[in-house]
C-alpha cells in the first residue's frame, strides 16, 4: 500500500532586459535645441566667411585676445570655426555639416526614429567628402571650394590615376550611391534615356502637324488603338504594308468587329510581325507607401505605449497548496474496479477490460463491454452503480466520444486542490497564441484545460449557490489579468448582489470600462445596467461602421491595420481593445428588468463577435425564462456547475450531468460538441485581492474606459397626462398616428424604428391625451383627432394650460 505522489513543477526563466540610457522628454527638449541653435550658428559662421573671411584672416592667429574683433557675424569664433571647416576641412561642401546638426535637434526633440539620423549622418558625410573632392579640381584657383581636405584628395587621386581616372571614380562613386541610397538601376537609365527620345520625337511630330494636312481624316482612333494594343515593330515588314493605310482607310476596309479574325485568317502575315509584350506591375497605393515610410519612420504603432512600464502580476501573488499533486491510493483503485466489475456481473453484463484515468478530483474507469452488450443497459445502472459504490456524483458516459470504450466517472475520496498558481504557470498557459486565453483548470487526465474567450465568443455559465460559481468568473478575470495589457481588453462587471466583484474597482483605472457619467465602474443598479447594455450596443455599431471603413471583417484585422500606420487618426480610426462583459446573477436582472436587459443581450450576443466585444453570463437558476431560446441559441459556450435538477441541466447543457457533479468546482464545459469534465482552477478572494492591489499600484490612465453615453427614453405612466414626464417623441409620434389615422402600437415601431415597450407607452401617453381611444382588442384603437389643424390646437391649449 505505498503512496506515489506526483507533482509537476514548472520553471519559470526571468528575462532580463539590456540597460539602456534613456532621456527623459525634458531632457530631449534641451539637448535637441541646443543642437538646432549650433546648427543655426554654424550656417551664419559658414555664409558669413564668404562675405569677411579675407578680412578675419589677420584674427586668426590672435583668437584668445579681447582687444582684436574680427568681422565675421559670429565675431571671432565664428571666423575660427568657419576657417577650420571650409579653408582647413571640407571647403563649401561643410553647409551640410551644419544641416545635419540641425537636423538633429530636430529628431531628438520630436523623438524622431534614431536609425534614420543615423543613416542621414552616413550618407551626408559621404556626400560631403563626394563634393570636396570634386571642387578640389577648382581649388587652386578658389581654396575654399573644396577646402585642404578636398583639394590634398584630389591630388593624391591625380598622383595616381590622373584626371581622367579621378573623374571617373567620382562618377563610380555616384552611381554607387544612387543605386544603394534610392534603388536606381540600370533600367531607370534605359527608362530615362526612352522618355527623352520620345519627348523630341513628339516636337518634332507637333511641328509637322503644323505644316503637313494628313491625306485621310478617317485614319483615326481606331488604327491608333490597334498600333498601341500590339506595339508592332515594323521595321522587318514590307514597305507596301506600311504605306497602305495612307492611301485606304483601315475602318472602311477592315470593320472592328472582323479584327480578330482577320489576324486569325492572316497568320502568315502576323507571323512575320514581332510583338513587343510590356507588363505593368501594379503600384502600390498612396496610403501603402505612407504606412510604409510611417512604420520605417517610427515603427508600428504601439496601444501599450502610454502605460509601457506596466507590470503583470507575478506568479507569487498566488497560493501554492501543499496537496496539489495528485495521489495515488492502489487500494481505492483496486476496491471501486471489483465493485463496478461486480455491479455489472450482477445484470449479466461482461467486461473485457477496465482502465482508470486518475484526475485531481474524480476518476475515469473506461470499461470495454464484452461483444453483444448494449450501451443503454449500462447507462441505465448509473443509480445501482452509485449505490454500490456509495458514493455521490457518478456520471457514466456511454460511449466516449472518439474511443470505443464507456467512461464511469467516480469521485475520490480524497481530492487535490487545483490551484490557480499551477494553472496561470502551466506551459499550455504561458505559451498560448490565443486573443483572450482563459485557464479554467485541470481535466480528469490532469491537463491544464485552456480556452480562447474570443472564439467562443460568448460563455454561459450556471450552478447552485455555494457550487464554485463566482469562483469560476473570478478565475476567467484572473486569466486575462495574468496574459493582457490594460491596453488590450477591458472589463464591464455588472454585480447585483454588490459583493462579488468590488475587488476590482481597484483596478478601474488600468482595465475596466464604465459609462461617463457614471461614479462606480462596477454596475450594481439595475437602472445602469440598462443604460450600460444599451451603450454597449452603441459602442458595437460605432465599431461595426469602423471596420467598414477600414475594410476589415473584424477586430483582429482592424487592429493589425491600425498598428501598421495605415489607417488615419484624424478620420476616427483608433486601437480597439476588446471588451469583456461580465454580468452575475442574470436571474435577477431578468426579473427586475425583464425584456429591457434581454433585448440588448440578445443583440450583442449576435452582433458582438465580430468586433471585440463578449459576454459572460452567470446565474444561479438556468430556467426557462431566464435563460431563453435567443440567448441559448447564441451562447454556445456552456458552463454546468452543480445544479439541482436533471431539468436545470438540460437547460444549461442540453443534456444530463449536471445534477451528478459533487459541487466545489466541480464543473462540465461544452462548446456545442463534446463535454468535459473540469476541476475549476481555486482562486481564493485574498489572492484576487493582493492581484488588484498589485496592479492598482501601478501608473494608470487617467480615467476608466469611457462607453459611449446612452440617453434614456424618457417616457410618463401609462394614463398619467402630465406633459413633463412625456416621452421626447411624443409630439412625432401624434403626428404619425394622425397622419395614417391608425392608432397602433406597431405602427409607432415601424415609423420610429422603436423598441414594443416605449411604443406601448407612447401609445398610452396619446390616449392619455385625447389623441386616440382605449384598447379594443386585436382591432387598432380609433383615431379621435381628424386633422393636423385639430392636433396642433390640442396641443396649443395644452401648453397654455
Not at 109 to 119: C, F, V, W
Not at 442 to 454: P, Q, R
Request: aromatic share 8%; with cysteine; proline share 4%.
Amino acid at each position: 500500500m505505498a503512496k506515489k505522489k506526483t507533482k509537476t513543477k514548472t520553471k519559470t526563466t526571468p528575462k532580463f532586459r539590456k540597460p539602456s540610457l534613456k532621456l527623459s522628454s525634458q531632457q530631449k527638449l534641451i539637448f535637441g535645441s541646443l543642437l538646432i541653435i549650433l546648427g543655426v550658428l554654424l550656417f551664419i559662421a559658414f555664409l558669413s566667411f564668404f562675405f569677411t573671411g579675407q578680412a578675419d584672416q589677420s584674427t586668426l592667429s590672435e583668437i584668445t585676445s579681447r582687444d582684436v574683433e574680427a568681422q565675421n557675424w559670429l565675431n571671432k569664433l565664428g571666423a575660427w570655426v568657419s576657417d577650420f571647416f571650409i579653408i582647413k576641412g571640407f571647403g563649401i561642401a561643410s553647409f551640410i555639416f551644419s544641416g545635419l546638426v540641425f537636423l538633429s535637434g530636430i529628431y531628438i526633440t520630436l523623438d524622431i526614429n534614431k536609425a534614420r539620423l543615423r543613416r542621414h549622418w552616413v550618407w551626408g558625410t559621404l556626400i560631403v567628402i563626394w563634393l570636396s573632392v570634386l571642387f578640389g579640381f577648382f581649388s587652386h584657383k578658389y581654396d575654399a571650394l573644396g577646402g585642404t581636405i578636398g583639394f590634398e584628395m584630389n591630388t593624391f587621386f591625380q598622383d595616381y590615376i590622373g584626371k581622367i581616372g579621378t573623374v571617373l571614380l567620382l562618377v563610380f562613386v555616384l552611381i554607387t550611391y544612387l543605386a544603394i541610397r534610392f534603388g536606381v538601376n540600370g533600367e531607370t537609365f534605359v527608362k530615362l534615356f526612352k522618355n527623352a527620345k520620345k519627348d523630341f520625337k513628339n516636337e518634332i511630330d507637333t511641328t509637322t502637324e503644323e505644316t503637313i494636312v494628313p491625306l485621310d481624316n478617317n485614319l483615326t482612333a481606331e488604327a491608333e488603338e490597334i498600333k498601341s494594343a500590339f506595339e508592332l515593330n515594323v521595321e522587318d515588314s514590307k514597305p507596301e504594308t506600311v504605306s497602305e493605310p495612307k492611301t485606304k482607310p483601315i475602318v472602311e476596309k477592315q470593320p472592328e468587329p472582323e479584327l480578330k479574325i482577320d489576324v486569325a485568317e492572316n497568320e502568315s502575315e502576323v507571323s512575320k510581325l514581332d510583338i513587343e509584350i510590356k507588363t505593368v506591375e501594379e503600384e502600390a497605393s498612396e496610403i501603402d507607401n505612407l504606412s510604409d515610410k510611417l512604420v520605417e519612420d517610427f515603427g508600428q504603432y504601439d496601444p501599450t505605449l502610454e502605460l509601457g512600464k506596466f507590470q503583470f502580476p507575478t506568479l507569487d501573488l498566488l497560493k501554492k497548496y501543499d496537496t496539489e499533486g495528485i495521489t495515488i491510493n492502489q487500494d481505492e483503485l483496486e476496491e471501486n474496479k471489483n465493485r463496478i466489475v461486480e455491479t455489472l456481473n450482477n445484470y449479466k453484463i461482461g467486461i473485457a477490460s477496465i482502465k482508470a484515468t486518475i484526475g485531481p478530483t474524480v476518476t475515469l474507469y473506461e470499461i470495454v463491454p464484452e461483444a453483444g452488450i448494449r450501451i443503454s443497459k449500462i447507462k441505465n445502472l448509473e443509480d445501482d452503480i452509485a449505490l454500490s459504490l456509495s458514493a455521490l456524483g457518478i456520471r457514466i458516459i456511454a460511449p466516449i466520444p472518439g474511443k470505443g470504450t464507456i467512461g464511469i466517472e467516480v469521485p475520490n475520496k480524497n481530492s487535490t486542490i487545483v490551484s490557480m498558481r499551477s494553472v496561470i504557470a502551466s506551459q499550455k498557459f504561458q505559451k498560448s497564441e490565443m486573443e483572450l486565453p482563459i485557464a479554467f483548470g485541470k481535466t480528469i487526465s490532469n491537463e491544464t484545460f485552456v480556452v480562447d474567450l474570443a472564439k467562443m465568443p460568448h460563455m454561459l455559465m450556471a450552478g447552485a449557490t455555494g457550487q464554485g460559481k463566482s469562483v469560476g468568473l473570478n478565475a476567467v478575470l484572473t486569466s486575462l489579468l495574468y496574459k493582457k495589457h490594460p491596453a488590450e481588453v477591458k472589463f464591464v462587471l455588472v454585480d447585483p448582489k454588490k459583493v462579488e466583484l468590488t475587488l476590482f474597482n481597484k483596478i478601474e483605472r488600468h482595465y475596466l470600462a464604465k459609462l461617463p457619467d457614471s461614479e462606480d465602474a462596477i454596475i450594481t443598479d439595475n437602472t445602469k445596467v440598462i443604460n450600460t447594455l444599451n451603450s454597449l450596443c452603441i459602442e458595437m455599431d460605432n465599431r461595426y461602421e469602423m471596420l467598414k471603413n477600414a475594410m476589415c471583417r473584424n477586430i483582429k484585422e482592424y487592429n493589425a491595420k491600425f498598428k501598421a500606420r495605415k489607417l488615419n487618426p484624424n478620420d476616427g480610426h483608433h486601437f480597439l481593445p476588446y471588451i469583456v462583459l461580465v454580468v452575475d446573477e442574470f436571474a435577477d436582472l431578468i426579473m427586475t428588468a425583464g425584456k429591457e436587459v434581454e433585448t440588448p443581450i440578445a443583440r450583442l450576443a449576435q452582433l458582438a463577435r465580430a468586433i471585440g466585444i463578449h459576454l459572460i453570463i452567470a446565474t444561479q437558476r438556468p430556467s426557462v425564462n431566464v435563460i431563453t431560446g435567443i440567448i441559448k441559441a447564441n451562447f454556445p459556450a456552456r458552463i454546468a456547475f452543480r445544479v439541482t435538477s436533471k431539468i436545470d441541466s438540460r437547460t444549461i447543457l442540453d443534456g444530463s450531468g449536471a445534477d451528478q457533479l459533487i459541487g466545489r468546482g466541480d464543473m462540465l464545459y461544452t462548446q456545442g460538441n463534446d463535454i468535459t469534465r473540469i476541476q475549476c482552477a481555486f482562486v481564493d478572494t485574498p489572492e484576487v485581492e493582493k492581484i488588484t492591489e498589485f496592479i492598482g499600484a501601478q501608473k494608470a490612465y487617467p480615467e476608466a474606459h469611457l462607453l459611449p453615453e446612452y440617453v434614456g427614453e424618457e417616457s410618463g405612466t401609462s394614463l398619467d397626462n402630465n406633459i413633463e414626464d412625456r416621452d421626447k417623441l411624443f409630439r412625432e409620434a401624434a403626428e404619425i398616428i394622425v397622419t395614417a389615422q391608425q392608432g397602433s402600437a406597431s405602427l409607432l415601431q415601424r415609423k420610429l424604428k422603436l423598441g414594443y415597450n416605449r411604443a406601448g407607452r407612447l401609445i398610452d401617453q396619446l390616449e392619455a391625451a385625447g389623441i386616440v381611444g382605449g384598447f379594443e382588442g386585436s382591432k387598432a384603437r380609433q383615431v379621435l383627432i381628424p386633422d393636423f389643424v385639430a392636433l396642433e390646437e390640442l396641443l396649443a391649449n395644452e401648453n397654455q394650460g
